[in-house]
Structure formats: C-alpha cells, structure tokens
T-cell receptor, first 112, second 115 residues
C-alpha cells in the first residue's frame, strides 16, 4: 500500500510560475524524500527533509514538512520547461530508513 | 561512476516464457532494491537486499517472481512463467547506508511487455 499520496495528480503551468505539490503520509517518519522522474527514465533524488526539520531549500526547490499533519510540500520557484517531469514523495517504512515507499506522483507540465 | 546499470532496456516476450532482468548496482553500495512501476499501481517495492542478503521480499507478487544477488555487483529478477499482467517497467536502485544517507540511485529501468 502507498505510504505517501501526492496532490494534485497533474499540474500544468507556464514558465516562470511557481509549482506546488503536496504529499500526505500515514505513519510516523524519520525523514521524507522527494524524487523526480523524467519521461522514460529512472527516478532521481531531489531533496531529503528530516522529521525534526520544518523547511529545507535547494536551489529553486523549497520543501516543507508538517509532522503534526503528516504532510509535506515541494515548491519549485520560477519554473522552466526542463522542470517537466513527475515528482514523487517517499517515506521509509523500516527502522533503518533504507526501504522506501513511494506515492503515485504529481505530473508537472511546464509550457514555454 | 556509470550509475546503476540494468539490462535489457526492453524485453518483449510471450506469456509462459521465463524472463530474467539484470542489475549492476553502484560500486560500494550495500543496499539493492527492485521496484515495479505501472500506471495503475505506481512504484512498488518488490524486494531489497543488504550486503547481498534478501531482507524483505513481501512485495514480490507471487511465487513466479524470484530475485537473487550472488555477489555485491550483480542481481537478477526472474519471472517464470511470465503473464501479461507482469507487463511494467522494472527498476533497480542501490544505496549506501553510511551515516545518515538514505538517497537511492535508480537505474534506467527495463520495460517488460508480455503478450
């Protein structure tokens, strides 16, 4: 069963706009990760946020985590056509934090 | 490093045939994961290994699926006999458990079509 569920399932925006994707999960976590998948490719790690962190930045990415609501959001600022991809949140289901469960993802389309 | 290598990239086979998917993890990584991705079910963890030992195979759908990791640089996922519902993209990923690093590195995947 899926631990994380992303919302929305699909998002279409124009270049330069911001894109926000949300993730909800069910059980307590040590950390939450976001991955990106370009069409026809494997997933690539974007950012990890630990349960004791509330916000984290990496370039144009901003991730927030609210453990009380069991939710996280990924914000991509000033989007580019190259950001077109599917984005997945993932949480660990084992104590070591090494085995991940992925949500079904948000498909982002950025048009120029 | 070449990253995680999977072969073949595409496989088309007939129902009832045996299918073997191969994976070479990143050198030095001690975890290896097999995933299956479909539109209906998303990305599912099938099995994972730590130091070549299977840790959790609860995601393997049926006895028709088996996975081995004979050494640190090679793993196989076998489906015997294959069925049309096994059609999916199969990903292999590896990670290193040092410190607090949990990042997984994915291969390009094998697209399996069973007719």
């Amino acid at each position: 069963s899926q631990q994380g569920e992303e919302d929305p399932q699909a998002l279409s925006i124009q270049e330069g706009e911001n894109a926000t994707m949300n993730c909800s999960y069910k059980t307590s976590i040590n950390n939450l990760q976001w991955y990106r998948q370009n069409s026809g490719r494997g997933l690539a790690h974007l950012i990890l946020i630990r349960s004791n962190e509330r916000e984290k930045h990496s370039g144009r990415l901003r991730v927030t985590l609210d453990t009380s609501k069991k939710s996280s959001s990924l914000l991509i600022t000033a989007s580019r056509a190259a950001d077109t991809a599917s984005y997945f949140c993932a949480t660990a289901y084992n104590q070591a934090g090494t085995a991940l469960i992925f949500g079904k993802g948000t498909t982002l389309s950025v048009s120029s | 490093d070449a990253g995680v290598i999977q072969s073949p990239r595409h496989e088309v086979t007939e129902m009832g045939q045996e299918v073997t998917l191969r994976c070479k993890p990143i050198s030095g990584h001690d975890y290896l994961f097999w995933y299956r991705q479909t539109m209906m079910r998303g990305l599912e963890l099938l099995i994972y290994f730590n130091n070549n030992v299977p840790i959790d195979d609860s995601g393997m759908p049926e006895d028709r699926f088996s996975a081995k990791m004979p050494n640190a640089s090679f793993s196989t996922l076998k489906i015997q006999p294959s069925e049309p519902r096994d059609s999916a993209v199969y990903f292999c990923a590896s990670s290193l458990s040092s410190g607090s690093s949990y990042e997984q590195y994915f291969g390009p995947g094998t697209r399996l079509t069973v007719t």
